[in-house]
């Protein structure tokens, strides 16, 4: 009965409207647009809102430490309460440079925090291959309170644009507990004095700054600790495995509290001087006479989300949270003892503060911090292959550990 029905409205169409101009195959044509308009409204309608009502990812691949959980789930609430839309961090830490690049190249990641002198590294060229998206810095305001030098940091830019934004800074310092040695240490050369052997950590797996201390301590130019061609001799090469062989342990990735407990020296990025002071253990770090290797950590978005406008914006504007006195102030320089990058906080500092920040001193960067620069592939493989002969036949796992 119903096909009988439709067949008769098809037909009356013909008689009344189309007359003999119209086939019946345009009838049939009308009839269909008729019947499916009101279900193209409800799907276009309903498209939105099941967009909207799923909750989107953003997935960070940083050092640890970076992403506190209460910083994150506040700002996951703000931008649910700004756009009405749910955006959650998954958050995931590398244990070393070259971790960035399978991840990135694999788009695993959208948001990756790297050391400067990985941005164009001949073996990644993460701009040159359209790895890395430009910022917007309309996203970014506090981007206008980085420390001039370090907003203008050849690193951050391609075709002039801004590919990066620094969010941490410091060095790959010598740090020493203050209860065991009363008095700073003046040198490197510390770390090869008999007293401390077995007294003393570093890192792992940082065979580059391993290797530049140990030519900043048998007295090479600023110019030469990373050159393989003048590190590659005898005497470099017993200093090096001395260093690795009379260290008590090793940590990997990022420094801990329990990695320097205990200890008399340390290498160390600054992560864990704030809890060390909170668990009753004070620390500093020492200004050798030769001056300290140095980073600059940089926030940077992936390639992942060209074709994802708003979670490119969100993942901007949680840039610019990094970036705000609160983040810097707070926990950067607070929780973590590492170095902020805005110049807005002044204010706030205490003036133990700003003598360790050494606020004042506008020749302390350029006379005491040696910035790392963009290593060959041949200096690169050299150093990672020193440091490899240094430690055979040595453990990198804690005491007790299978």
């Not at 649910?80 to 590398?94: A, D, P």
């Not at 001087?273 to 290797?293: C, D, F, H, I, N």
């Not at 979670?311 to 970036?323: D, F, S, T």
Request: hydrophobic content about 35%; aromatic content about 12%; proline content about 4%.
């Amino acid at each position: 009965m119903e096909i009988n029905s439709q067949q008769s409205f098809i037909d009356e169409k013909i008689k009344s409207k189309l007359g003999s101009v119209y086939t019946l195959q345009m009838a049939y044509i009308e009839y269909f647009v008729k019947m499916l308009t009101p279900l193209c409204i409800i799907l276009l309608f309903m498209s939105p809102l099941s967009v909207h009502g799923q909750e989107e990812t953003l997935r960070l691949l940083i050092w640890e430490g970076h992403a506190p959980k209460q910083y994150v789930q506040e700002f996951e609430k703000q931008i649910e309460k700004t756009y009405n839309r749910k955006v959650k961090f998954e958050i995931k830490y590398v244990i070393g440079s070259d971790d960035f690049y399978n991840s990135v190249r694999r788009k695993t990641a959208d948001i990756v925090m790297m050391t400067h002198h990985h941005f164009k590294d001949q073996r990644f060229n993460y701009i040159k291959n359209k790895l890395l998206l430009p910022l917007d810095l309309r996203n970014i305001p506090n981007f206008t309170h980085v420390i001039p030098a370090l907003k203008k940091a050849e690193h951050l830019y391609s075709d002039g644009k801004v590919y990066a934004s620094p969010v941490s800074q410091g060095p790959y310092g010598l740090a020493y507990n203050t209860s065991r040695l009363k008095e700073e240490p003046q040198t490197w050369n510390i770390l090869w004095d008999p007293r401390f052997k077995g007294k003393y950590t570093i890192g792992a797996n940082e065979y580059i700054y391993n290797a530049n201390i140990t030519a900043l301590a048998l007295g090479y130019s600023r110019d030469s600790i990373s050159s393989y061609d003048k590190l590659n001799n005898k005497e470099f090469k017993k200093k090096l495995r001395q260093l690795a062989v009379n260290a008590h342990s090793f940590w990997i990735g990022v420094d801990k509290a329990e990695d320097l407990t205990g200890m008399t020296l340390a290498t160390s990025w600054g992560d864990s001087m704030g809890l060390l002071r909170k668990q009753g253990e004070s620390w500093k770090m020492a200004e050798p006479v030769e001056g300290m290797p140095c980073w600059i950590d940089n926030y940077a978005i992936t390639w992942t989300l060209a074709d994802k406008p708003f979670l490119k914006k969100v993942a901007e504007e949680y840039i610019n949270g990094l970036l705000s006195t609160d983040y810097q102030f707070g926990h950067i320089l607070r929780q973590m003892s590492l170095t902020p990058v805005i110049t807005n906080i002044g204010n706030l500092l205490t003036p133990e503060e700003e003598e360790r920040l050494h606020i004042g001193n506008p020749n302390f960067f350029s006379n005491n911090r040696i910035l790392q620069h963009t290593y060959s592939k041949r200096d690169r493989n050299g150093l990672k292959l020193l440091w490899e002969k240094a430690m055979e036949g040595i453990r990198t796992e804690k005491e007790g550990d299978e």
